[in-house]
Structures are given as C-alpha cells and as structure tokens.
C-alpha cells in the first residue's frame, strides 16, 4: 500500500517532536527560591554532579553552623524537599502527554479464497483523530498553566521550609543559651550548698538554711535537665529538617542568638507584598486561569463526538484498487460533555473562592504575624532597657542586706532566682522575635526590609546566682 498524505506526515512529525527535559521547572524553582533567599538549591539526580553537592554539604557544616547553611543544607538535602521536586518531572510528563495526539489506527484485512475460482481480497485503512488535532494548541495551554501552577507550588515549598528551619535553628541558639545559663545556676547553687555545709557543720546556720540551699541545688539540677532536653529535641528537630544523620548530626553553633536590632524597618503595605509575591497565591490564579481554559475547550467540544480521517485502499479479487478518504463520525446525541462542563465550571467557581480565601487570609495573617512581629519587639527592648536592670539592682541590694543580716537566706534566694527567670524569659522573647520574623517573611513570600539601624552589641548576662560573701560569715 502506498499513500501521500500532507496532514498524515504533519501528524508523524507532530507526535515525534515531544520529549520530555528534566531540568525543566527545576531551574524556574530555584530561580524563585535563590530571589526570594538568596540561597540556592539543587535536585538531587543521581549525576556526577551530586557527589560535588555532598562535598559542599560537607563544608558548610564543617564550621560553626549559622543560619543561612543551615537553610542551604536543608534546600539541598532535605529528603522530603527532594520528593516535593520530584513533582515536577509527574507535571512535565503531563504537559507533554498532553501536546502528544493519539497514535493513529491501522486496520487491516485478507481474504483467501476457498475454492479455485476465486482471488485473493485485501483492504488496509489507517484512521486518525481529527478532534484531537483540533484541540491540541488548547490542550497545550491548559498542561502548561497547570505545570506552571505545580512549579509555584513546589517554590512555595521550598520558602515554607526555608522558614521552619530559621524558626528551628533559632530555637538551638536559645535553648544554647538558656542551658548555659542553666549551668552556671547549677554551679553557683553547688558552690552556695556547699558552703552552707560546711557552716552547718561549723554552727553557724541553722538547718533550715540549709535544706533551702540543698533544695535550691536540686531544683537547678532539674531545670537543667529539662533545658538539655528541649535543646536535643530541638537540634533533633533541625536535624531531619536538613536531612543528616551519621557524623554530620555533630554541627555545632558559634554564634549566640542575635539581640533584636535597635529599630525596625517600615512593615508598611506588607498586604500589597504578600498579595504580588506569594507564590501560592500565584499558583492558585493560574489554577483559576487552567480551569478556565479546560471549561472553554469542553464547551467548544461538547458537539462533537469522535471525528476518524483517514486513508482507505480496498482491492477485490477480480476488480481494480481502490484508494480513498475515510471518515468515522460520533454522534453526540446522549452524551454532549454536560457532566463534564458541569463538573468543570464546579470545579471554576470553587478555584476562585479558593484564590478569595488564600487573598484574605494572607492579609489577615500578615496583619497579625506584624503585630506579633512588633510586640515581641517591645517586650524585648522592655526587658534589655528596664526590667533586667532592675532585677540587678534588686539582686544587688539583697546582697548587701543579707551581708547586713537585714534579711534571711531566703530573700537573696528570691532575688536570684527571679533574675535569672527574668534572663530565661527575655531569650525566650528574643527567640520568638526572630521566629516570628521568620514567620512574617514566609507570609509575605520573601524577605523583609533590613532594619535601617545597626544591631546593637548583646549585653552579657551578669552572674545569675551570686554566693552569700565572706563578710556576711564573718558576721555571723
């Protein structure tokens, strides 16, 4: 058999041209992540060119860890990140099945004769769609919204554990410090419980001082504990966010947890921001955008049923060949795609009331994270400015009553203690602050303005358990 057929060979060069790129959509998302952070990430592939991200891993967690490696680790590591990537590839091989027409039909039939008067028959036909052909530019446009949209998703992803892990790293820097603090509690009770001992021993306190000592040690011992717990789990938590384990779980931090800078830059028209940046709320408009598109194709298709082209040669056993075109029409007399655009212009309607609720809630999230954002950063500076000062001075002048012996061992054990609640509790407000800062940027789907003003230098703690001086024993 032997046919020319233009709109036959554009059908083979059409089908044959579609292949599907793994980089593609990879390098959109790390473009996006690399703009909005600054950091760049990478899909894991299993090429030669992986191992050189291993060794990079490797030197990024050789030194003091600080914020940004951690969030690199994580965005070239972090296993479930590296799923989420391979997303991707499931869209890509969406969109290109949909640019791709469905194989044509070849059919195809012999006639032997039975007795010896009779020929040999033969006929072949090979049939393509037509509507498939018809719909194909807009078929294309709706796999490449979606594949778009499933792009943003995956950056959207990405920021989102960008965000968690500044917010866990934070909380390793401040448990750090609060089981240091912890520590040097623990070593001042020691030091006062011993002392107490031996001046029980010598009769010169009584023994309710020092059970207070002794039960004071104890507590120490306890909350110490506790706070080495909480710092496991939190290095634990960051850990899996960075996808280590074996000797690279041995990072260590240098660096404390940063003082909230002295001002804060405007977190003005931050609702405009996260309205043009954030890319699951991009994601959601071209999803709009797609149904919109999937509804008009249904609709400009609903008349039609399958419409078969194609080439027919038939030959009888005593006539000529015979070559012609073929056509095959369904009718669409039942079924006229109504469920379909039915279910489409649902599914429509529910993509913009969902692209409404993502608006909103982006608004009234980013409203509250700022607010949030604000006080945190009051209460701080309430704390650095007026409240630890004051529980220094306190902490001070009980010292100097109870060497006076104006007051007991009980009221300088009170004034101690509450300093150091007082340092426990403004790390924790501190920490929060940078949590929430963390937080803020992931709504607004990038970073934040940088404070205008320097950081000032932390303030070191003072001594957070003073011990009972010489001059008081003498005293006594």
């Not at 969406?94 to 040999?120: C, Y």
């Not at 750090?176 to 010169?204: P, T």
């Amino acid at each position: 058999m032997h046919w020319k057929s233009p709109w036959l060979l554009s059908v083979v060069l059409l089908g044959g041209c579609a292949s599907v790129q793994k980089e593609r959509g990879h390098l959109e998302v790390a473009a996006l992540v690399e703009e909005r952070t600054g950091l760049k990430t990478r899909w894991n592939q299993g090429t030669p060119e992986d191992a050189q991200v291993q060794q990079h891993l490797d030197a990024l967690l050789a030194g003091d860890l600080t914020s940004d490696h951690a969030v690199e680790v994580a965005l070239l590591n972090n296993p479930a990140l590296q799923g989420t990537y391979e997303e991707l590839g499931v869209s890509q091989a969406d969109m290109v099945q949909a640019g791709l027409l469905t194989n044509p039909s070849f059919d195809g039939s012999i006639g032997f004769p039975l007795t010896s008067d009779g020929g040999m028959e033969h006929e072949f036909s090979i049939v393509q769609s037509f509507v498939d052909l018809f719909t194909l530019p807009l078929r294309k446009r709706v796999a490449n919204e979606q594949f778009l949209a499933d792009t943003l998703r995956v950056a959207h992803e990405a920021l989102a554990t960008t965000a968690e892990v500044r917010q866990t790293f934070t909380e390793v820097q401040a448990r750090q410090q609060l089981v240091a603090l912890r520590r040097e509690v623990l070593q001042a009770a020691d030091a006062a419980a011993d002392l107490s001992g031996r001046q029980r021993a010598a009769g010169n306190v009584t023994a309710l001082a020092l059970a207070t000592e002794q039960a004071a040690l104890e507590q120490a011992r306890l909350e110490l504990a506790q706070d080495e717990l909480a710092l496991f789990e939190a290095r634990e938590h960051l850990n899996r966010l960075m996808g280590l384990f074996g000797a690279r779980v041995q990072w260590t931090l240098g660096r404390k947890l940063p003082e909230v800078p002295a001002t804060e830059a405007s977190l003005e028209h931050l609702e405009t921001l996260a309205i043009r940046q954030r890319l699951d709320i991009d994601a959601a408009r071209k999803q709009v955008s797609l149904l919109w598109n999937a509804l008009e194709l249904a609709r400009s298709t609903r008349f039609f049923g399958r419409v078969d082209v194609g080439v027919h040669t038939h030959r009888d056993a005593n006539g000529p060949r015979l070559l012609g075109p073929t056509l095959s029409l369904e009718l669409p007399i039942f079924d006229q795609r109504q469920a379909l655009i039915a279910k489409l212009e649902a599914q429509h309607r529910q993509g913009e009331d969902r692209l409404t609720e993502l608006s909103v809630n982006a608004r009234s999230e980013v409203r509250a994270a700022r607010a949030r954002l604000v006080t945190l950063r009051n209460m701080a500076e309430r704390y650095q400015k007026v409240v630890l000062p004051l529980r220094t001075t306190i902490l001070e002048e009980s010292q100097r009553q109870y060497n006076a012996m104006q007051i007991g061992l009980p009221g300088l054990l009170i004034a101690r203690r509450d300093q150091v609640e007082a340092w426990r509790a403004y790390l924790e407000t501190v920490r929060d602050y940078w949590m929430a800062r963390a937080d803020l940027e992931r709504l607004v789907g990038g970073r934040l303005p940088v404070p205008t003003a320097p950081t000032p230098e932390p303030t070191p703690a003072p001594s957070p358990s003073p011990e009972p001086t010489h001059e008081h024993h003498e005293a006594h």
